[in-house]
Nanobody, 123 residues
Framework: VQLQASGGGLVQAGGSLRLSCAAS????????LGWFRQAPGKERTFVAG????????SYADSVKGRFTISRDNAKKTVYLQMNSLKPEDTAVYYC?????????????????WGQGTQVTVSS
């Protein structure tokens, strides 16, 4: 599966953005999807994930209550709605796909990655 992330940009603190990740290829509905982010000089970290088998979601503590992940299997797209953005949310955001039926909150199981989209939150 190939992934293409979009929707990043510059926003003021307190604002909102919605990221999209469009997939090509078959079996999109059988992939657990995740969003990760990487700030300059830091490791890539888990933000949110959604299971293909149950639709259950998981979030990093730092974004709980502010971010929402969702998927539309008919459109082969996963979304990340980001509200109440903070300067510390500034990073390159990546979408990724994992064949596991469960959300795994670390980088290594994800076999497919999008190219990343920059999110910058100004104070």
């Amino acid at each position: 599966v190939q992934l293409q992330a979009s929707g990043g940009g510059l926003v003021q603190a307190g604002g909102s953005l919605r990221l999209s990740c469009a997939a090509s290829g078959r079996s999109f509905s059988r992939y657990t999807l995740g969003w990760f982010r990487q700030a300059p000089g830091k490791e890539r970290t888990f933000v949110a994930g959604i299971s293909w088998s149950t639709g259950s979601t998981s979030y990093a503590d730092s974004v709980k209550g502010r971010f929402t992940i969702s998927r539309d299997n008919a459109k082969k797209t996963v979304y990340l709605q980001m509200n109440s953005l903070k300067p510390e949310d500034t990073a390159v955001y990546y979408c990724a796909a994992d064949s596991s039926p469960f959300v795994r909150a670390f980088v290594s199981p994800y076999n497919y990655w999008g190219q990343g989209t920059q999110v910058t939150v100004s104070s």
